[in-house]
């Protein structure tokens, strides 16, 4: 899918039955020239209550009607107590009294029915408002929609809540400095806070253009399809003229960089959390790559967009440059400067900044320089120098006599040899130029169930909410 494209989300609705399922589709809004894809989402409360009366209504007056129509097959379609009287001199034939009792057991189940279906019609449409008004409060409106698990597997399904631009001033303490907690290339993070002190991660975007209002829109689809316990979650969104909001859980003990290169952090990342965090690591991208109906490719996958939680689990964020549902694209030279930058420096794939060819070995090539980051300390790009971590150790993973000597110093020697030349030799093969030779994410995994005797590896579907 063109991330350039505006998408449109639908809505398929089952009123008789109470349920209401939101899909998201990849068909293009037209003829509206200014499309809002997420318009659908929220509505008009006082719209769609109507449109659930409508519905309900109208199948109501068609089960009763055709009941009806059922019976009156049946001549006649009354029968009186009274005895039959003469009609111009002309006296009736006689009642058949078994006929008699056929008829009335014919409208007794007749009747039966309509009453049924109607009492259904109507416990399905209070069903539903019972849901709508059970799962939020407040001004916001019930979304629901599937995370995806497994190809061919139902995940459960996830209300997520739309916020007016008013609420998510209101959580963020009208946008106070102080609740600042990050800064992205066109995003600011902000400290959100509920009602009963819940906190959350307020990203808000800029929408002042086309591109950026079609990043947020691109990031939004992706976080409302996808559900693992590695991915940061979204629990709502805003969306106006002027700016975008996601609102996500919140991750209290910032990012992988700052553990491993930040000097204000005051206790070093043990060797087996670092081992622990590129097992989950590999299997958020597993579940990308392999597990979702469409192919997502995270697209800028670096130390600081992997957030760490207060067990020192990964959480894999900001999915602005992800792309989905393809597995590699192919454009001319003449297009290759319009390609969107997928990397960072020093994660950046040089295959892709060379050719334009956008894939999957994009996201193993950033995850192998993230372990050369696990297991040396150092930054991908140098802050002195602007050395990329590749050009000081690739030698050295040529050897592995010498992965030793490049293993983090200030670990003090508590690693475990064996793990690392393993880990070394995995990253030399993500780093592999061409990209046919680096190894799936998959792949990834069962090398290190082979060679990480000091993680334990749950199954895929364990991972996935």
Request: glycine residues 8%; charged residues 20%.
């Amino acid at each position: 899918m063109d991330a350039s494209t505006p998408n449109r989300l639908s809505i398929k609705k089952d009123c008789f039955w109470g349920g209401e399922r939101r899909e998201i589709s990849n068909q293009n809004p037209n003829p509206n020239p200014n499309p809002n894809p997420l318009q659908s989402y929220g509505g008009r409360r006082r719209g769609k209550g109507l449109l659930v009366v409508v519905v309900c209504g109208w199948r109501f007056f068609c089960y009763l009607f055709f009941g009806f129509l059922l019976v009156s097959c049946f001549p006649p379609s009354f029968v009186s107590a009274s005895p039959p009287t003469a009609i111009f001199g002309t006296s009736p034939p006689p009642i058949n009294p078994g006929r008699t009792g056929g008829v009335v057991v014919v409208v007794v189940i007749s009747v039966s029915v309509v009453v049924l279906v109607s009492v259904m019609a109507i416990f399905g449409c209070l069903r539903m408002k019972a849901r709508r008004r059970a799962v939020v409060e407040g001004e916001g409106v019930e979304v629901v929609v599937a995370g995806e698990g497994e190809k061919g597997s139902a995940a459960a399904a996830v209300a997520v809540r739309r916020f007016s631009r008013e609420e998510v001033g209101r959580l963020a303490a009208n946008f106070a400095r102080s609740r600042v907690i990050a800064y992205g290339g066109f995003s600011t993070v902000y400290l959100g806070k509920f009602t009963d002190s819940t906190l959350a991660a307020m990203k808000i975007i800029d929408g002042s253009s086309e591109r950026l209002q079609r990043i947020f829109r691109q990031e939004l689809e992706i976080l409302l399809k996808i559900r693992h316990d590695n991915i940061v979650k979204i629990l709502g969104f805003s969306e106006d003229e002027e700016q975008g909001a996601l609102v996500l859980e919140y991750v209290s003990n910032g990012t992988l960089h700052d553990k491993l290169h930040s000097s204000k952090t005051s206790h070093l990342l043990p060797w087996k959390n670092r081992i622990t965090i590129a097992v989950q690591l590999a299997g958020a991208l597993d579940y990308l790559h392999e597990h979702c109906d469409l192919q997502i490719v995270h697209g800028d996958l670096k130390a600081a967009n992997i957030l760490l939680d207060s067990r020192l689990n990964c959480k894999l964020c900001d999915f602005g440059s992800a792309k989905m549902g393809f597995s590699s694209t192919v454009l001319p030279p003449s297009s290759r400067r319009m390609v969107q930058m997928i990397g960072s420096p020093g994660y950046a794939d040089p295959h892709f900044l060379r050719t334009g060819i956008a894939s999957k070995k994009n996201d193993i090539y950033s995850y192998g320089v993230i372990l050369l980051e696990l297991i040396t300390g150092l930054e991908a790009l140098s802050p002195d120098n602007n050395v990329r971590l590749i050009s000081k150790v690739g030698p050295v993973l040529k050897d592995a006599s010498k992965v030793a000597g490049m293993v983090d110093r200030r670990l003090a020697g508590e690693y475990e040899l064996e793990e690392a030349m393993a880990m070394a030799s995995l990253a030399a093969l993500c780093l592999s130029d061409p990209p046919s030779l680096r190894p799936s994410a998959s792949d990834i995994i069962q090398t290190m169930k082979n060679c990480v005797s000091s993680v334990t590896f749950p199954s895929s579907t364990d991972k996935m909410l």
